[in-house]
């Protein structure tokens, strides 16, 4: 079974620096999301990401946070300048079309930021 | 703006009890729902969405819009079905472009009892 492909599983950053997170979503899937969890917290929408652009954002999804498709398979989440509170579970998804096929999910990063 | 709340955060049962995890929703369109388990240290997977009315490792749920309801039921847990549960709720994105969001209820963590 295809499965949606994140790595590093466990990040850990110094306050202030910038961390990539990177997915690989399952290939002939055309809508790519990020979620975050923070710890004892409920999963929240951060970003979705159709035809090379993003196509909805959440309030946490400043300007701090970017997304790209550099290349055709990967899809990466960008924090610029990391803050402690950003200390979280990172979960890539991806979906085949539009609502209701659901999302593949992947494993997820935690990011720990010190 | 949408919700989904899951009252329990924990549920206890003995193996063989029937199971009822609750979810309400509030939202003012026509929803899509969906049921995610996460198992122990594994990727959320999507376990049902109501538009497929399937059944899925013996769980079942159904959509009462009165009651603006979804819970998932199952009658008889088994021990592998110890796991977070998590219902989510879809709303399509601003832009058209097809992509949506999932709000999430916090989950309900559900331990069966050999």
């Known amino acids: 079974e295809p499965e949606v492909t994140q790595t590093p599983s466990h990040q850990v950053t110094q306050m202030g620096q910038e961390v990539i997170l990177r997915c690989v979503p399952i290939?002939?899937?055309?809508?790519f999301y990020w979620y975050r969890q923070i710890l004892g917290q409920k999963v929240e929408f951060l970003v979705s990401?159709?035809?090379?652009?993003?196509?909805?954002k959440s309030e946490i999804f400043d300007d701090q946070f970017s997304v790209e498709r550099p290349d055709g398979s990967n899809f990466t989440l960008k924090i610029r300048s990391t803050k402690l509170e950003d200390s979280a579970m990172y979960f890539c998804?991806?979906?085949?079309?539009?609502?209701?096929?659901?999302?593949?999910f992947g494993s997820g990063t935690r990011l720990t930021v010190v | 703006a949408q919700r989904v709340t899951q009252p329990e955060k924990l549920l206890s049962v003995f193996k063989g009890a029937p199971v009822e995890l609750k979810c309400n929703y509030s939202?003012?369109?026509?929803?899509?729902l969906f049921w995610y388990v996460q198992y122990s240290r594994q990727r959320l997977q999507l376990l049902l969405r109501?538009?497929s009315r399937e059944s899925i490792k013996g769980f079942t749920a159904d959509l009462n819009k009165g009651e603006t309801s979804f819970h998932l039921k199952k009658p008889f847990a088994q021990e592998e079905d110890s796991a977070m549960y998590y219902c989510a709720l879809s709303v399509g994105d601003n832009s058209g472009a097809g992509s949506y969001q999932l709000t999430f209820g916090k989950g309900t963590k559900l331990s069966v009892i050999p």
């Open positions: 290939s002939n899937h055309l809508y």
């Open positions: 998804a991806s979906s085949e079309s539009r609502q209701g096929s659901g999302y593949t």
């Open positions: 990401f159709y035809n090379n652009e993003i196509s909805e």
């Open positions: 939202y003012s369109g026509s929803p899509e």
């Open positions: 109501h538009i």
